[in-house]
T-cell receptor, first 108, second 115 residues
């Protein structure tokens, strides 16, 4: 069985400060990892996926198979980054498993 | 209307009622999902339909009954629910991929309150 852990429920940073959201997973196969984001009053949507290896809205995430982690990072947080972030794992059988989510608040 | 649409957005029902949640996707996808989002808990996958066939029933109680008449529509029929079933029910769709679910596109959810 696969499992996704986001150890931080709440994360508060100042505008312009770096932000890192932690995600660890357990899965015996070759995983595909995602970060989803939910802004206030908006639907849950994809932020980025590890196979695309791209930066979205300044965010990056690197899959570390040795540490079974997929942490989300941004060097300079903006107020519009305040949202709920979910790490998710696709075990290649249509079961996308989500972590509990991290609420990020960026303060001016 | 584009994307994934869920109705109703809010529903209040008694434990003896029968109601249904509806989901419609206009993206041409062939996989649809029901997720349950409760406070302080991870998103829980309930049901998966791929090419209209149910491929996943994640140990969901029988008081929840899904129906997928075609690849664009998904229903969740509710019967004799319990107060602990109160939650946000999210529908999502994705395009079939050999490597798995791919990107999920979510609806805005149906907020269910069971009295």
């Amino acid at each position: 069985a696969q499992r996704v852990t986001q150890p931080e429920k709440l994360l508060s940073v100042f505008k312009g400060a770096p932000v890192e959201l932690k995600c660890n997973y357990s899965y015996s196969g070759s995983p595909e990892l995602f970060w989803y984001v939910q802004y206030s009053r908006q639907r849950l949507q994809l932020l980025l996926r590890h196979i695309s290896r791209e930066s979205i809205k300044g965010f990056t995430a690197d899959l570390n198979k040795g540490e079974t982690s997929f942490h989300l990072k941004k060097p300079f947080a903006q107020e519009e980054d305040s949202a709920m972030y979910y790490c998710a794992l696709d075990s290649n059988d249509y079961k996308l498993s989500f972590g509990a989510g991290t609420t990020v608040t960026v303060r001016a | 209307e584009t994307g994934v649409t869920q109705t109703p957005r809010h529903l209040v029902m008694g434990m003896t009622n029968k109601k249904s949640l509806k989901c419609e996707q206009h993206l041409g996808h062939n996989a649809m999902y029901w997720y349950k989002q409760s406070a302080k808990k991870p998103l829980e996958l309930m049901f998966v339909y791929n090419f209209k066939e149910q491929t996943e029933n994640n140990s969901v109680p029988s008081r929840f009954s899904p129906e997928c008449p075609n690849s664009s529509h998904l229903f969740l029929h509710l019967h004799t629910l319990q107060p602990e079933d109160s939650a946000l029910y999210l529908c999502a769709s994705s395009q079939d991929s050999a490597s798995g679910a791919g990107e999920l596109f979510f609806g805005e959810g149906s907020r269910l309150t069971v009295l």
